[in-house]
């Protein structure tokens, strides 16, 4: 079966600091893949050049065998992407957004609304936030109007970048659901996290990156072996927990 998502060697370079050093990676279709490393490690460069962001110095990303830069519209027509940081139009309502984009993506004004009127009560941001401009949405209303407009088209694959950072739990526990649904039917779904208890709870594969590499990939039990991610990741990625010394203040 064609893997939702091929990385081959790819490679990022800002001047002398290696960003991404040939990375591999593999998500097959029907997962829900998860991407983790501590800051610095790469991911969302190794992210923004897979989906079309930022062009590589070296290698390839296909989307259902696509190639994402020699074919970037037909890829991108595979995609749905949550950016860490999305950029949305601010002057605009949720609804007002996703029938803008709905225009983009070719869909006729009908279906549009459909798809706005669905995403939008699935997302609890019908009622009083539909007509809210998306400058006054929380953190959580702009997560949720985010993977809003990157389900709309109908993705076979999602990439979503910390798609819970700074989110409620209430807000965490529908996004949750919802990409539960989505792989349930079918689709593919590749998050990049520091939250490892995340990972845990909704990914069936992992890869762990460190300097620009992956260190580790493959089914979540096979790469925790036994013990908890984060025991794991940390071991992975050489790192030592501080805290043990100094601050002798605090216990004045």
């Known amino acids: ?137 929380s953190t959580g209303m702009r997560k949720k109007i985010g993977l809003a407009t990157a389900l709309l088209h109908a993705p076979k694959l999602l990439v979503l970048d910390e798609p819970l950072e700074a989110v409620d739990p209430v807000s965490a526990a529908t996004i949750k659901k919802i990409l539960r649904r989505f792989v349930g039917h079918g689709g593919s779904v590749l998050i990049s996290s520091h939250v490892m208890a995340l990972v845990e709870e909704l990914c069936d594969t992992v890869a762990v990156m460190a300097r620009g590499r992956v260190v580790a990939e493959g089914p979540l039990d096979r790469v925790r072996g036994g013990r908890s991610l984060e025991e794991t990741f940390v071991d992975l990625v050489g790192v030592t927990i501080g805290g043990e010394e100094g601050l002798s203040w605090l216990a004045s």
Not at 31 to 44: D, F, I, M
Request: aromatic content about 4%; overall charge negative; glycine content about 10%.
């Open 1 to 137: 079966m064609t893997p939702a998502l091929k990385i081959a060697g790819l490679a990022k370079r800002f001047g002398e600091k290696i960003a991404v050093d040939r990375v591999d990676l593999t998500v097959p279709q029907g997962s829900c893949y998860g991407l983790v490393g501590p800051n610095g490690a790469g991911k969302t460069t190794a992210l923004s050049m897979a989906v079309g962001l930022l062009r590589p110095d070296e290698g390839r990303a296909l989307v259902h065998g696509v190639d994402v830069w020699a074919e970037p519209l037909r890829a991108r027509r595979l995609m749905g992407v949550l950016p860490d940081g999305l950029a949305m139009p601010e002057r605009l309502t949720g609804r007002e957004l996703l029938t803008y984009l709905g225009q983009l993506h070719h869909l006729s004004a009908e279906e549009s609304d459909r798809r706005a009127d669905e995403l939008l009560a699935v997302m609890e941001l019908d009622g009083s936030a539909e007509r809210t401009l998306v400058v006054d949405y």
